[in-house]
């Protein structure tokens, strides 16, 4: 049986704040948001808030981390991804009451979404050191042909309320796999357990400024910039048709 002492206990694993930089700490106006129990309507925690402010300060820790990330080793970014899912794994209770915490998820499916979440982790640790290229003869016979790949970059990827784990490692994995730095924007209403994926790939190595958490109840004015901003190179979005419409119109003048 699961006791409010367990609920607590959880709830302390999750950091309060925004990570930037490979550091967590408190928004820039020091604004802060609070999770909600579906359950009972009573405030799980109270978390930072991002400004604007953080998320360019989350764009400039992406752009400045991005050319040293994608010059390591396929089988380093592997054993960080391996070492997240082993440690995701072990921790699938936490998470999955975490979960179901601020999300109202029944205990059992959110571990089932915890062990969905961590097979994203696991296959991508698995793909990094086979991203392969090409060579071959030109068609005139006489050149050759080389196709390199090559990571395209800082990306922003914005996640639902209702799969908070499993969408966050479906984009966060293969990214990291590539060799690209990234933003993370969680749904407002269910935060946390992200937060304790990313305090996760924190332990495990993730060198700073690979990985930033902006958490936020102004979204527009937080990603608005980021996704005008000539240094973002990548936005992956999983909500609804307006929002996804919304970043389309953002994003068109740089497609």
Do not use: H
């Not at 020091?30 to 405030?43: E, F, H, R, W």
């Not at 998470?95 to 296959?123: I, N």
């Not at 999983?238 to 996804?244: F, K, L, Q, R």
């Amino acid at each position: 049986m699961i006791t409010q002492a367990d609920e607590q206990r959880v709830l302390d694993l999750v950091p309060r704040g925004l990570f930037i930089n490979g550091s967590w700490q408190d928004a820039a106006d020091k604004q802060t948001l609070d999770v909600i129990d579906p359950a009972t309507g009573k405030v799980l925690v109270s978390i930072a808030d991002a400004a604007p402010a953080d998320g360019m300060a989350a764009m400039e820790a992406a752009d400045n981390a991005q050319q040293a990330w994608a010059k390591t080793a396929p089988r380093e970014r592997a054993e960080i991804l391996r070492a997240a899912f082993e440690k995701v794994t072990a921790m699938s209770d936490e998470f999955a009451l975490v979960m179901s915490l601020e999300m109202g998820k029944p205990f059992q499916e959110a571990k089932g979404e915890v062990a969905y979440g961590a097979e994203f982790l696991r296959w991508f640790s698995e793909e990094a050191p086979r991203i392969t290229g090409r060579y071959g003869t030109a068609p005139d016979g006489k050149n050759r042909i080389m196709v390199l790949k090559k990571p395209v970059g800082p990306s922003l990827f914005i996640t639902p309320w209702n799969f908070p784990l499993a969408m966050a490692t479906r984009k966060m994995a293969p990214a990291i796999a590539a060799g690209c730095t990234m933003i993370l924007k969680p749904a407002a209403l269910t935060p946390l357990t992200s937060m304790l994926f990313v305090k996760v790939l924190e332990e495990v190595g993730i060198p700073k400024g690979v990985i930033n958490v902006i958490q936020t109840t102004r979204p527009g004015l937080v990603t608005g910039p980021i996704i005008k901003d000539e240094r973002l190179r990548k936005l992956s979005f999983t909500g609804s048709t307006g929002v996804g419409r919304a970043l389309i119109a953002d994003s068109a003048e740089r497609v």
